[in-house]
C-alpha cells in the first residue's frame, strides 16, 4: 500500500482558532479521507503551537503559567477539531516531551555542524509575529507581515546561516516545478526574498522565557518558527541521532504540507533549508491556501466579526459548514464568509439540490412500491446521461484533487445531483405513477436515482462524512468503494427508510440573523471581559492610535469608505443614570433601530433632541459606556476653544437609513 503524509499548518494557541484557520484543517481532512478512499495509507497530522512570547504574555495577564494556558487552548482547539469530524492521525503539542527534546537536539546539531552562530542582533522586533526586522524591510515603520507596531531591540542571539542554501533551494524549485502551489506564490518569494539575498536568520531568544531553551545556553530560548517547523518530523518520530521510529521511515518526505498564504515563506523557504541542512529528504509539495475573509475584511475579535466554527455549526450543521468553506474558498483567491452568504449558499446547494434530492427520491420510493425498488431495466434514452454523469464522475473528481482544486472537486460532486434533480424532471414520476404499465419503467427511474444518489454520496464524503453515512443509512445501502464507484447498476435493489430526516431544513435568513445576533452580542462581551483582564496591549493600541490620529494624516479614500455613515432618526433620549454627560438614544435606522450613548447631555435636553435627524457612524465596533451597550457613534461638531457642540443633520429631511458619503 502507498503511504501519504499530511499535515495542517499547527495552530497558535494564543487563542480560539477562528473559521479561517480551521479551514485549512477540514480541507486537510477532506483530502486525506479521498486518499484513504483511494487505497492510501495516510498519515494525517495537525497540532498546535504553543512556545512564544505572545503567549507568555497572554497567560502572564490571565494569571496563569503558559502551560496551563495552553493546555487550557490546546484542548478548545483539540475540541473544535473533534466537532468539525477531523479524522487526524496525529494532534502534535509543541510541548510534548519528545518533540521539546528533538529541537533541542537539532539546534546543537546544527550549531555543532556550523549551520548555527553566535552573535548579536539589532533591529526591531514584532511582538506578535515574534520576527526581527531591519529599518528597511519595515513598511511605514511598522511590521511588514502584519502591519502593527514595533519595538526596538538589541540581543545576543543565535543565527542560521541561510544564504549558504540559497542556490540549493532555488535548484530544487527549478527541478521540482509543483513544489509549491499555486506557482505565483513561489514566484512570489523568489521576488521578494531569494532573488534579493537571503539573510541569515535569528533562531533565539533571550527576551522571553517560553520555549524550548537551548540546552548548552540556558539564556536562549529556540524560535519559535524553527520549533513548530520541525513538528512535520518529530510528530513522525525523528531522532537527530538516527534511531528514527517506524512512522519517519514509512511517511517521511511529506507528500502535502497545506498551509495559508501568510506563512508560504517559512514553508518554502526556511523549512526546506532546516531540512537540507539535517540532510533530510525535501516535502513534495507545499500547499498555500487562500484567505476567508468575513464578508471581504480581515477577521478581527475587535471588530466583533470573527465567525467561530462552533457558533456556524451550531446554526447550519456541522456538515454545512464544512460544504460551505469547502467550495466557497477556490484554488488562489480568497473566499468570503458571512451568516447571510452561508444560508444562500446552504438553501441553494444543500437544501434544494442534494437534500431535496434525496428527499424526492425516498419519498416517491415509499409512495409509489412501500420503499423498495430494483431495477426492472425498463431503459429510455434519458437514462444514458444520467449514467454517463455518474460513472465519469469519479475521474473528474479526482482530477480536481490531483490539482488540489477542491471547491472544483466539489462542484464535479454536485454535477450528479443536479443532474439527478433534471432526470427527476425529465422523467416525471408521478405522471408515470398514474398509469399502471409505466410501473417497471417508475421503478427503474427511482432505482436510477437511488445509483446516482449512492456513487454522489460516496464522492461527497470526504467532504460531509457525517451526512454521507446518514443518506447511505437512509437508503439502507453501504457507500462505494474505489473498484465500483464508476459503475452504475449495481445494487440489486433499494430498501428505503420510511422516516427519512430532513437532511438540511431550509433556513430562513431572518432567524439565521437573530441567532447571528446573539452569538455576536455574546462575542463582544467575551471581548470586553477579555480587555479587562488584558489591560496592556489593546489599551496601549487604542491609545497610541489616538494620538496618532490628532495629527490627522492624510487617508486614501478606501481608508475613508471602510467607515459606514447613515442618516437616522432620534426617536427617543433619556439621561443616562450617574452621568452628566451621556444621553442613551434611541435611533432608527431605516429598518433597524439602535441604541447608543453620546456625550451630548450637557448641550441637549432629551426631549430637544427626540425626532431630529442625524448623522450616524453604523460600522463603529459597539462598546459599553455606563453598563449600557452603545452600538454606533452619532457625528457632532466640536468647537475645542468653546466646548460648544452641535449635532450634525442632513440640511433636508431624509429617509432614515440612508448613506452618507
Ligand atoms: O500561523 N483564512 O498559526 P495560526 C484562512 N502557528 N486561513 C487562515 C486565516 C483565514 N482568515 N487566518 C489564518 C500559525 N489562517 C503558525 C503555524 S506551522 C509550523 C506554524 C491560517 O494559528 C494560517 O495561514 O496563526 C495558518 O496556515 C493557519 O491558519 C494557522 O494559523
Not at 509543541?94 to 552562530?117: N, S
Not at 473566499?335 to 452561508?342: A, R
Request: charged content about 25%; hydrophobic content about 35%.
Amino acid at each position: 500500500m502507498k503511504n501519504y503524509y499530511i499535515t495542517t499548518a499547527i495552530a497558535y494557541t494564543s487563542g480560539k482558532p477562528h473559521i479561517g484557520n480551521i479551514y485549512e484543517i477540514i480541507l486537510s481532512d477532506s483530502i486525506a479521507r479521498f486518499k484513504r478512499f483511494q487505497g492510501y495509507n495516510v498519515f494525517f497530522q495537525t497540532g498546535t503551537d504553543e512556545h512564544g512570547q505572545k503567549i507568555e504574555e497572554k497567560a502572564t495577564n490571565k494569571n496563569q503559567t503558559p502551560k496551563q494556558f495552553v493546555d487550557d487552548v490546546a484542548q478548545i482547539i483539540k475540541g473544535l477539531w473533534d466537532k468539525a469530524n477531523i479524522s487526524y492521525d496525529k494532534f502534535i503539542r509543541t510541548t510534548d516531551d519528545y518533540h521539546e527534546k528533538q529541537v533541542q537536539k537539532i539546534f546543537k546539531k546544527l550549531y555543532d555542524q556550523g549551520d548555527i552562530y553566535k552573535g548579536y542582533y539589532e533591529g526591531w522586533y514584532c511582538t506578535p509575529c515574534e520576527s526581527f526586522w531591519t529599518e528597511s524591510q519595515l513598511v511605514d515603520g511598522k511590521c511588514p507581515d502584519c502591519g502593527r507596531e514595533v519595538k526596538k531591540a538589541k540581543e545576543e542571539a543565535y543565527f542560521f546561516k541561510m544564504s549558504k542554501y540559497a542556490d540549493r533551494l532555488k535548484e530544487y524549485y527549478n527541478n521540482h516545478p509543483n513544489f509549491v502551489l499555486p506557482v505565483s506564490r513561489k514566484n512570489e518569494m523568489l521576488n521578494n526574498f531569494i532573488n534579493k539575498g537571503l539573510q541569515d536568520l535569528c533562531v533565539s531568544r533571550t527576551s522571553f522565557k517560553w520555549g524550548v531553551p537551548v540546552d548548552f545556553d540556558s539564556k536562549h530560548v529556540v524560535y519559535v518558527w524553527l520549533d513548530a517547523l520541525t513538528n512535520y518530523i518529530t510528530g513522525l518520530g525523528y531522532d537527530v541521532a538516527g534511531n528514527n521510529q517506524e512512522n519517519f521511515k514509512k511517511f517521511w518526505p511529506a507528500d502535502l504540507h497545506v498551509i495559508g498564504k501568510d506563512i508560504v515563506r517559512f514553508h518554502i523557504i526556511y523549512w526546506p533549508i532546516f531540512l537540507m541542512a539535517l540532510n533530510l529528504p525535501l516535502p513534495k509539495q507545499v500547499y498555500g491556501h487562500g484567505w476567508l475573509l468575513q464578508d471581504g475584511e480581515k477577521m478581527s475579535k475587535s471588530k466583533g466579526n470573527v465567525l467561530y466554527f462552533d457558533d456556524l455549526a451550531e446554526v447550519f450543521g456541522c456538515d454545512a459548514v464544512r460544504y460551505y468553506v469547502l467550495s466557497e474558498m477556490g484554488f488562489e483567491n480568497d473566499g468570503l464568509v458571512g451568516w447571510e452568504l452561508m444560508t444562500e449558499k446552504i438553501n441553494s446547494d444543500l437544501a434544494n439540490v442534494y437534500g431535496n434530492l434525496v428527499s424526492r427520491t425516498i419519498a416517491m420510493t415509499n409512495k409509489y412500491f412501500n420503499g423498495t425498488v430494483e431495477n426492472t431495466f425498463e431503459s429510455d434514452a434519458v437514462d444514458q446521461s444520467l449514467i454517463e454523469v455518474v460513472e465519469g464522475a469519479y475521474k473528474k473528481v479526482e482530477s480536481k484533487f490531483n490539482e488540489l482544486k477542491i471547491s472544483d472537486a466539489i462542484s464535479e460532486v454536485m454535477a450528479i445531483f443536479k443532474r439527478a434533480n433534471k432526470y427527476i424532471d425529465e422523467t416525471c414520476p408521478w405522471i408515470l405513477a398514474k398509469d399502471e404499465s409505466n410501473l417497471n419503467r417508475l421503478k427503474t427511474v427511482l432505482y436510477n436515482l437511488c445509483e446516482a444518489i449512492t456513487v454522489g454520496t460516496t464522492l461527497l464524503a470526504p467532504f460531509m462524512p457525517e451526512t454521507a453515512n446518514k443518506v447511505a443509512k437512509m437508503l439502507n445501502t453501504k457507500l462505494r468503494t474505489l473498484d465500483n464507484v464508476q459503475k452504475f447498476g449495481l445494487e440489486k435493489q433499494f430498501n428505503v427508510t420510511n422516516s427519512p430526516e430532513v437532511l438540511f431544513p431550509r433556513l430562513n435568513l431572518k432567524d439565521v440573523m437573530e441567532k447571528a445576533e446573539i452569538i455576536k452580542e455574546k462575542q463582544i462581551k467575551e471581548y470586553m471581559q477579555e480587555s479587562k483582564t488584558e489591560p496592556n496591549k489593546n489599551a496601549k493600541t487604542e491609545v497610541s492610535n489616538k494620538t496618532e490620529n490628532q495629527a490627522k494624516a492624510i487617508i486614501d479614500f478606501d481608508t475613508f469608505s471602510k467607515a459606514e455613515l447613515k442618516v437616522g432618526t432620534i426617536v427617543n433620549s433619556e439621561k443616562v443614570e450617574g452621568s452628566e454627560k451621556l444621553l442613551k438614544n434611541t435611533v432608527k435606522l431605516g429598518d433597524e433601530v439602535r441604541t447608543i450613548v453620546s456625550g451630548i447631555a450637557k448641550t441637549y435636553n432629551p426631549q430637544d433632541i427626540i425626532g431630529k435627524q442625524v448623522v450616524v457612524v453604523t460600522n463603529l465596533a459597539p462598546r459599553k459606556l455606563k453598563g449600557i451597550l452603545s452600538e454606533g457613534m452619532i457625528l457632532c461638531a466640536f468647537d475645542e476653544e468653546t466646548n460648544n457642540l452641535a449635532l450634525v443633520s442632513p440640511i433636508t429631511e431624509f429617509k432614515d437609513g440612508c448613506e452618507v458619503s
